[in-house]
Structures are given as C-alpha cells and as structure tokens.
C-alpha cells in the first residue's frame, strides 16, 4: 500500500530524514520488507511535509507567496505549498493570528522518489523539529497523480494513510453518516455532512479519510466530541472497520509537536528517546531500541513518550460508556 514515517525532535535536515540508514524511506520504495500482501514496491509518488516556527501572520503570508513562487517558477513544478491556519476549513484549529505559530509546508511529486533530485539536491537544505513523509503504493483503480499522494495537510496537521479502504466510496458515505448520527447524540449540530467528502484533493480513500478525520479535529479536546487527536484516528478506524471488516488502516498524524498512530493490518515502529520520537512502517536501521506496535492500537509518540492502547478503547467519543 505504502510506507510513511513521522519524526518530533531537535532541528534536523528534512531531506536527510527520507534517505537516514541502510533501510531508509527511499529505500522502501524499491526493496520494502513489510507489505504484508499490500503490492511489493512504493513507485507510485511520495511526499513530504514540515513545520517552520514564524512570527507573525506577515511572515506567514510571506512564506506562503515565496513557496508557492519558487514551485511555480520550476519546469514541470510538482507540489510545494505552505499555510497557516486552516485555509481548506478541513483538519484543525486556526492560528489565533498575531504572534508565533507553526507553520506546515509540503512537498508532493507523483513520480517515484528515487528519481528525484530535490531530495538530495534541495529538502537536505530545510531545517525542522517535525517531519511527515511517506511513499505510495497506488491501490489498482485509483490515480497516480501528484494530489493523491500524501501527506495531505490542513491548518497545523499532516496525515498520511497507509493502507486501503474496499469499495471506499460507499464505506466513506456510510462513515461520514454514522460520525454524524453519533455526534448529533452527542449533542453537536451537522458536524459530519456528506457534501464535504467533494472537498477531498483525489477520488482516492486516503484523501476521503482526511476530509472526515478533519471534521474530527475541529471537535477533538477537552469537552469536544473526541477527547484527543489519537481518539479522533481510532474512532475513524473503527467506524471504517465496522463497515468492511478488512480494511487496511495504518494511520499517522502530526501536529509539529507530537505523532499520533494507528495500525490495522499493517506494520509500525516506533524509536522514542527523550531527545525524539519516530514512527516508522519499518525500521530504517539496526538500531535496538525500535520497538514494534502491535496490531489494533493507536499510538501517541513525543520526545521521551510512547503510548500505546487498544484501538477499540481509544476509538469511544467523548462522554461515551
């Protein structure tokens, strides 16, 4: 399906995370180890995504003109975006606008990432303290196209899904009605509508996916529908799971600050020191200390933190028994 891979650390150089050890990202794309009957190699895109700390809205609006530029002036310009707050009104909570904030960037291209020069040539010269990447395994039907390849970004966060949805248009629809239904009980108006699903970047089931955890998002927290940004990925899973049991849901999610997980299916690992935290679909080296999730879990990784719980537990709303 793919492999993705998520870091929350010091400072380090955005390219180099995509190519670190004998077994790395790029790696995987042409020689993976755990597709677990999920295609046999990741050649269908890939893409990247990281987090600037800017110091005011100008700055921002800046960035944001000078990234989209830079993409645009080059022949053939693949994906390269920046924002701040939430433009898509999919997928988290604005910035309040003045003052410092995070900022997500993005990089996508739908050609397979070892023919890249950028990431040799240009993402080792970023610098960040939280990276999403991941490379894609097209499921038979779905466009290659530079739009369905993840992460797909929204206000602070970045998502990628690694795995597939069976007949995901009428399991998408089902969901999206069910979210709602559960949150109308809950108490909210309209959360989940079926006409936002015509937002998604690609007829694809990650990009579907996104556009429901994003209504989540809006309502995760302290007295929210969902309690955490982890339960909104498990509450998501195991709604997709009720409809088609054998669904492939290995999620990831980031904000810049932390990495949420879930795995269904397919394999995750994670490397937590208390100067950061990785999340990986395999090992990048030999290092000891990675740790394998289990299947049917959802994961939240920081520096020196590594949860891990069952996603049936995780996946209640707020307030539920």
């Given amino acids: 399906m793919c492999r993705h891979l998520g870091y929350v650390g010091s400072e380090t ?40 700390v800017v110091e005011a809205t100008s700055s921002a609006a800046a960035d944001t003109a000078a990234v989209e530029a830079a993409a645009n002036d080059r022949a053939g310009a693949q ?31 739908s050609d397979p990432i070892w023919t890249d020069p950028a990431v040799e040539e240009v993402l080792p010269q970023l610098k960040s303290g939280a990276v999403l990447a991941s490379i894609r395994s097209a499921t038979v039907g779905m466009p290659v196209e530079r739009a369905a390849c993840a992460p797909f970004v929204g206000g602070r966060w970045a998502f990628s899904h690694n795995g597939v949805v069976p007949q995901w248009r009428r399991v998408v629809t089902a969901v999206s009605a069910d979210l709602d239904t559960a949150a ?12 936002h699903l015509l937002e998604a970047e690609s007829a694809t089931d990650s990009a579907a996916l996104w556009v429901l955890l994003g209504d989540l998002l809006d309502s995760a927290g302290p007295g929210g529908f ?15 799971l009720q409809h088609v049991a054998d669904a492939r ?73």
Wanted: charged share 20%; hydrophobic share 40%; glycine share 12%.
């Fill in 13 to 52: 150089a955005v390219g180099e995370l995509l190519t670190r050890g004998p077994h790395s990202l790029r790696t995987q794309a042409w020689a993976p180890r755990e597709m677990r009957g999920g295609g046999t190699i990741n050649a269908d895109g890939f893409g990247v995504a990281w987090w600037r």
């Fill in 79 to 109: 994906d390269l975006t920046a924002g701040r707050g939430d433009t898509s009104g999919r997928g988290g909570v604005p910035d309040s606008g003045a003052g410092a904030g995070l900022v997500v960037s993005r990089y996508r291209n």
């Fill in 184 to 195: 109308t009980q809950w108490g909210a108006t309209r959360l989940f509508q079926t006409a």
């Fill in 226 to 240: 969902v309690a955490s940004p982890g339960a909104a990925l498990a509450l998501l899973a195991t709604t997709v």
């Fill in 249 to 321: 849901l290995n999620f990831l999610l980031g904000d810049g600050e932390q990495l949420w997980a879930t795995t269904v299916h397919h394999a995750l690992s994670a490397l937590v020191t208390e100067e950061f935290a990785i999340l990986s679909s395999e090992p990048y080296d030999d290092d000891p200390r990675w740790q394998p999730i289990p299947d049917r879990c959802v994961i939240t990784a920081r520096p020196g933190h590594l949860s891990v719980e069952p996603l049936a537990r995780a996946g209640a709303p707020a307030g539920a028994p």
